[in-house]
């Protein structure tokens, strides 16, 4: 019977094209939602909630694996921010020195709106900075737009995202992913019974937000701790896809039930067919195709029917996905093995190691 380990080739694999398409399918509902106002859900999730979820779940895969590779603190966190915060920073750049000042233009204001305005495009960058984002505005240039006041509403995942491998590396770093695995999966149920318990209409301590993607999160990160348990097959992928679907028609949020074989079927997808990828565009599109479509709300294009404005922001959407990958991702990600976070990590030891004069003082 094949496992998941059997299945997972860490070189040749779909992971990259699901997570284009994951970022494609966030794309398409925001699309929607930007040039109608809103767009289609089903209970509580529309097109994009699924994709993030998707995300989430192969992210706790590939990052719980990252960690049993490098077995090192430093190192991995050095990993996590590279992927991260380099195309993170580059965007708020852009979007708050350029996305704002031509919104302003097309809207008949000045183009130092944006920086005499409140928040200022500096704001928006500088207290946006360390993720969690506080700004979603503008000087209030989009304020007359369907999704108003928001430059960027993707971009409050990435914190979430940021939680997440902190996680994983606390675990990691307390021996406790090898030691006691089991932890995950557990910490998993749990948040899965605090889902089942929102849905009844319970009160819970933790914000919905946290319970929604820390469990899809640890879905794919228990996966790749027992991939060597996990069976691959179509029938249980069918039997996965028929147990969603109930999911999705009993209840508001499909995770009660549709959790785990969201999961499941997100694995056995990226492991079942392999499209090799030369670019990794997944995150460059997901951070780039919100502002690029408040933009274009604001042209021409905008006044077409969602059925052209929505595929042509997309397609618009590669380009500068393109170019975060090519000058600003993949530049920083050949750093990866800098010896820059050992030494740090060196230098802080020594910092906070007792000396015998600390010794004395104390």
Not at 302 to 319: E, N
Request: net charge positive.
């Amino acid at each position: 019977m094949p496992t998941l380990q059997a299945r997972f080739d860490p070189r040749r694999n779909g992971f990259d094209a699901l997570r284009v398409l994951f970022a494609v399918l966030v794309a398409l509902g925001h699309g929607i939602s930007a040039h109608a106002g809103a767009q289609p859900r089903i209970g509580q999730s529309g097109i994009g909630d699924f994709a993030v979820d998707g995300f989430f779940v192969l992210s706790g895969f590939l990052v719980t694996r990252s960690w049993l590779r490098l077995e090192s603190f430093p190192r991995f966190a050095w990993h996590r921010f590279l992927r991260i915060m380099p195309g993170f920073w580059v965007c708020l750049v852009v979007v708050a020195f350029v996305a704002a000042p031509v919104a302003a233009v097309l809207q008949g204001m000045s183009p130092l709106q944006a920086f005499t305005g409140t928040p200022s495009a500096w704001n928006f960058v500088f207290q946006n900075a360390g993720l969690l984002i506080v700004h979603f505005d503008i000087a209030g240039i989009l304020a007359d737009l369907p999704k108003e006041n928001s430059f960027n509403g993707a971009l409050w995942t990435l914190v979430f995202e940021a939680f997440c491998y902190a996680i994983v590396g606390v675990l990691g770093a307390l021996g406790l992913l090898r030691r006691r695995p089991a932890l995950v999966p557990v910490a998993a149920a749990v948040l899965l019974a605090l889902t089942a318990m929102q849905e009844a209409g319970l009160p819970v301590l933790l914000n919905d937000r946290v319970i929604r993607l820390v469990l899809m999160f640890l879905l794919g990160a228990a996966a790749y701790l027992y991939a060597d348990r996990i069976p691959l097959r179509g029938d249980l992928a069918a039997g996965a896809v028929g147990l969603f679907l109930v999911s999705l028609a009993l209840f508001d949020d499909y995770r009660v039930l549709g959790a785990v074989p969201f999961g499941y079927l997100c694995l056995w997808l990226g492991t079942r067919f392999a499209w090799r990828m030369r670019a990794d565009l997944s995150y460059g599109i997901y951070i780039y195709h919100w502002p690029l479509q408040q933009i274009l709300v604001l042209t021409a294009l905008g006044t077409a029917p969602a059925a052209v404005f929505v595929p042509a922001s997309i397609a618009l959407a590669l380009l500068p996905a393109a170019a975060s990958w090519y000058l600003v991702e993949r530049p920083a990600l050949r750093h990866k093995d800098s010896p820059l976070p050992d030494r740090l990590a060196e230098h802080l030891v020594t910092a906070l190691a007792p000396t015998p004069d600390r010794l004395r003082r104390s």
